[in-house]
């Protein structure tokens, strides 16, 4: 039902040359936005064969407006084997997109670039013509979850949560009247959140609610001023048409006494020629934001802002520009207490259909696309989040019928590492910092920059290890614990690696190896790769390797393991590039335990024999 909110009112008739007497009685329901009986009169004309690529590009054009873009797509097919106007190819380009066809996409969206490559969905599409992979890619921001509040089979969205714990909606559900599509009207609903995230059952706001559609809302943070979209036929706010009574939608505002919604009033900048609708409210309540398609705006609707003035007044309307809206269609405006807008676009580069993007309106810059599983093929749209509750909900039509979604913020944390020599308190440039999951799995690396500083974005609720390395230095690990914080500042002093030359012997943490195993594990290699490191600084250095086992398993056995263990570490060594001349190995078993224990050894005693020595014997 969000296709007959979006569309009332905002029709943009692309009339070619090929209108006939055959179409007249089409083209007038087009032109009144009737378009499900204008798509029956048109495929009528099909079915006799009276069709031409005007019929089909028309009757793709009235499927689009009601966002079925399956069968829009079948028609833009037939349409553009004539040649068509710059926006049939765009259109063509968004049905296809919203059914996952993102190649037969891109070749169209290639033609309207071509056509008209100033505009900026072209210039979009161009920058980035293949980014649904990136988007695959990009971390999860919420997890998301059907709601509990939606009907059975009827639409349901614009949800907004009131610190009250009262959600705001709109619905279908009532079927007691029906609009010229035969459906149901939009009403305004409310129920109550419950602490485990459920609802009580909904009931409509009778007080806001009219004949016709009414609703979505925006309400004010202590809950007793409400802002809504209402069909302008309520208040007999309309122009004829050559058949109907056309309306706009409009805004109006409300506010509570005594429980009840009173004193409606309509906003001064509602109009018979363009529609406003979608209405949010900054925290302060001094900020109105809207969709419209009012003049001078980029494209079909845009996102628009008023000052809501003390005395009651309202300043002038002000497109958010091009950060934000496009020659395309945007909608569904929310705005959050720290200034972030997050809004529906479906013109921007996305999975298909309506994609819900968020904007830093205190920084500025490109809207960002919230990815999956917020965003699907389908349309996703009227996002909304509770700071106080730390909720979100959103709508979409990717069951069948619009339904609404709870949104939770996926935790997440910027660690923030910076690297410097630990003598000198230099910042160093190009370390390698390995961020590794709780499992030891390297999940990425990256590089320090001249700052000394390289950063992960990482799940809050989730353990972590750095692993920084650098040529000519000691490689160190730092443990990244769960933290609520939305920084973590992470200091890595590494340690010059001609420190660990000692007067007898290489100073190197422990050569770790699998249980009963003698091959090279990736954390041994690395400590391997210091000595190696060593020895090439030092080229006349020779070095002997003794490897010790603790005292579990036979003797016998230990000293085989032990010799298996120092000839793999040799041969390690050697190829790096060091010759075999200047180095070499043996195992000694059990026989020259660091701890004397025996068989008593606890299990810290039996980790300390268990080792190997790296000894100088020339430097």
């Known amino acids: 039902m969000k296709k007959i909110y979006i569309a009332a009112g905002l029709l943009m008739a692309l009339y070619g040359n090929s209108q006939t007497k055959d179409t007249q009685k089409a083209d007038a329901l087009y032109e009144n936005s009737r378009y499900t009986a204008a798509i029956e009169e048109y495929l009528g004309l099909v079915n006799k064969n009276k069709a031409d690529a005007y019929v089909y590009k028309q009757l793709a054009d009235s499927y689009y407006s009601v966002f079925n873009m399956a069968d829009a797509a079948t028609w833009y097919a037939k349409a553009i084997e004539d040649k068509q106007d710059v926006e049939t190819y765009y259109r063509y380009a968004v049905a296809l997109r919203a059914q996952g066809k993102y190649a037969e996409a891109n070749r169209q969206m290639d033609t309207f670039a071509s056509m008209l490559p100033n505009d900026q969905r072209a210039q979009l599409h161009k920058s980035n013509p293949d980014y649904i992979p990136a988007l695959n890619k990009q971390n999860k921001l919420f997890d998301a979850a059907e709601a509990d509040v939606n009907s059975t089979d009827k639409s349901d969205f614009g949800a907004v949560l009131a610190n009250d714990n009262t959600l705001y909606f709109v619905s279908t559900r009532n079927t007691s009247a029906t609009d010229d599509y035969g459906q149901p009207y939009i009403d305004i609903y409310s129920a109550v959140r419950n602490d485990n995230g459920s609802f009580s059952e909904a009931v409509a706001v009778n007080e806001l609610n009219t004949r016709f559609h009414d609703g979505p809302v925006a309400i004010s943070a202590e809950g007793n001023t409400i802002y809504f979209a209402r069909d302008g036929h309520a208040d007999g706010n309309y122009v004829k048409g050559s058949k109907v009574k056309l309306a706009q939608i409009g805004l109006y505002k409300a506010t509570k006494t005594d429980g009840k919604w009173q004193n409606i009033t309509a906003l001064p900048f509602n109009s018979t020629a363009y529609s406003v609708g979608s209405p949010s409210l900054s925290a302060d309540g001094k900020m109105l934001y809207f969709a419209s398609n009012m003049p001078g705006g980029l494209g079909d609707t845009d996102i628009w802002k008023v000052s809501v003035n003390s005395d009651g007044t309202y300043g002038t309307p002000v497109n958010l520009g091009k950060e934000v809206n496009t020659p395309g269609k945007e909608n569904f405006p929310f705005i959050t207490d720290n200034n972030i807008l997050y809004f529906s676009s479906i013109s921007r580069p996305g999975y298909g259909g309506f994609d819900i993007f968020k904007a830093d309106l205190n920084k500025g810059g490109e809207a960002v696309n919230l990815g999956k599983p917020v965003n699907s093929e389908k349309d996703d749209f009227s996002f909304s989040f509770n700071a106080q509750k730390n909720v979100g909900y959103f709508s979409s039509n990717r069951s069948g019928a619009d339904n609404i979604y709870t949104a939770i913020p996926v935790c997440r944390v910027e660690a923030i590492a910076t690297v410097t020599d630990v003598k000198t308190g230099k910042l160093l440039a190009d370390a390698k910092v390995a961020i590794l999951d709780n499992r030891n799995n390297v999940i990425e690396t990256k590089q320090t920059g001249s700052n000394g500083v390289a950063s992960y974005d990482v799940d809050c609720d989730t353990d972590y290890v750095l692993e920084v390395s650098k040529a000519g230095y000691d490689s160190a690990t730092f443990a990244i614990a769960k933290t609520q914080e939305k920084q973590v500042a992470v200091p890595v002093a590494l340690k010059p690696v001609n420190e660990l030359i000692k007067e007898t012997h290489i100073e190197l943490a422990d050569i770790n190896f699998e249980f009963g195993k003698s091959n090279i594990t990736r954390e041994g290699a690395q400590e391997l790769d210091k000595l190696v490191e060593i020895m090439n600084d030092y080229p006349n250095m020779v070095i002997y390797v003794k490897a010790h086992t603790d005292t579990k398993g036979s003797a016998s056995y230990n000293m085989t393991l032990s010799e298996k263990r120092a000839q793999a570490t ?38 300390a024999n268990r080792r190997s020595e790296f000894l100088i014997v020339k430097k």
Do not use: L
């Open 570 to 607: 040799v041969s390690y060594v050697i190829s790096k590039g060091i010759s075999k001349d200047r180095i070499t190995g043996k195992g000694f078993g059990e026989t020259e335990p660091k701890v004397n224990c025996g068989e008593n050894c606890t299990d810290n005693q039996n980790a």
